[in-house]
């Protein structure tokens, strides 16, 4: 007997439920998988099996400039991914290396990414730098256990107070993973100090001075007084003391408020991480402390 309409009606929308849960359940399956996954020096590595997949794309590419590949063969991956191999594309995907898929019943349709490309060797790049970061924290690990430490900190944190939870406060901990002796006011303040006499010395204590220079930074009596201290310092004794970090400011806006600052290398936060900016530090601490 000949359904009728409704039941067809019924029957597309229930197959449509269906389909839907099942793509739904790929989608969750996926994303726990590359949540999961490591960033390595920023940078996202991805499962084993992403990267079998993705090696087995690239391998089938013929290099054309749509990035695309036709009637990609499931029977071209390993026989164990060849039965969720749904959930390797939606891996792919989430990690930006298929801007599109079209699956049929044997294959897909595949649009590759430009990050697709130099996955293998971006990782490489990755795990290379992170090596050398390790290499360089050990070195730190090495210039803590000496007996040449000249200052009691090792660098004072200038900066102004509406930037402290947004920037600073992350800024500090990421110098403290590090070992390094910061010299940062929410820590050394306490119940009853005098404040300006605290900072004061502070700025004598210190190796190296980071000033964080933003809007907020800007006429601020007491971050200004920081900065002369320092710069006075560094005047007398030759030395580079002051390290100036500029936070969602460009070189124009620091030349034009303190032209001082003018000749020294500056570093931005727009173009270096709070990791990198680390680094950056500790590579002057090695060489002030050899």
């Known amino acids: 007997m000949a359904k009728t309409a409704f039941e067809k009606a ?15 359940k ?9 949540n999961a996954q490591p960033l390595v020096s920023g940078f996202q590595i991805m499962d084993q099996d992403a990267e079998v997949v993705l090696k087995a794309i690239l391998d089938a590419y013929d290099g054309n400039e749509n990035n695309y590949i036709g009637g990609f063969d499931r029977d071209l991956l390993p026989r164990y991914l060849q039965d969720s191999v749904g959930v390797e594309y939606e891996k792919l995907q989430m990690y930006g290396m298929l801007s ?6 044997s294959g897909a349709n595949l649009t590759i990414t430009e990050r697709a490309k130099s996955y293998f060797d ?13 290499k360089e924290q050990r070195r730190i690990a090495e210039i803590e256990a000496s ?19 947004d920037y600073v406060d ?6 403290k993973r590090l070992g390094i002796n910061v010299f940062y006011d929410t820590d050394v303040l306490s119940w009853g100090d005098k404040w300006k006499e605290v900072i004061i010395q502070g700025t004598a204590d210190s190796e190296f001075a980071i000033i964080v220079i933003s809007k907020n930074f800007f006429g601020r009596e007491w971050t200004e007084k920081e900065l002369t201290e320092f710069l006075s310092q560094q005047n007398e004794s030759g030395q580079k003391i002051v390290l100036p970090l500029l936070l969602g400011i460009s070189m124009d806006d620091l030349k034009e408020h303190y032209p001082e600052l003018g000749d020294i290398q500056c570093i931005s936060s727009e173009k270096f991480g709070k990791e990198e900016i680390v680094i950056l530090l500790a590579k002057e601490l090695i060489k002030r402390y050899k």
């Not at 790929?26 to 590359?34: M, P, T, Y």
């Not at 971006?122 to 390790?134: F, G, N, P």
């Not at 430490?149 to 402290?164: E, T």
């Open 170 to 175: 992350l800024l500090v901990m990421a110098v």
């Open 10 to 24: 019924v029957e597309k929308q229930t197959k449509e439920a269906q389909k839907a849960a099942r793509e739904a």
């Open 122 to 134: 971006d990782k490489e790049t990755a795990l290379t730098r992170a090596e050398e970061d390790k």
């Open 147 to 165: 007996t040449h430490i000249h200052k009691q900190y090792d660098v004072f944190i200038s900066h102004a107070s509406a930037d402290k939870e």
């Open 26 to 34: 790929i989608r969750e399956r996926a994303s726990a998988i590359v």
């Open 100 to 105: 599109s898929v079209l699956q049929y019943l």
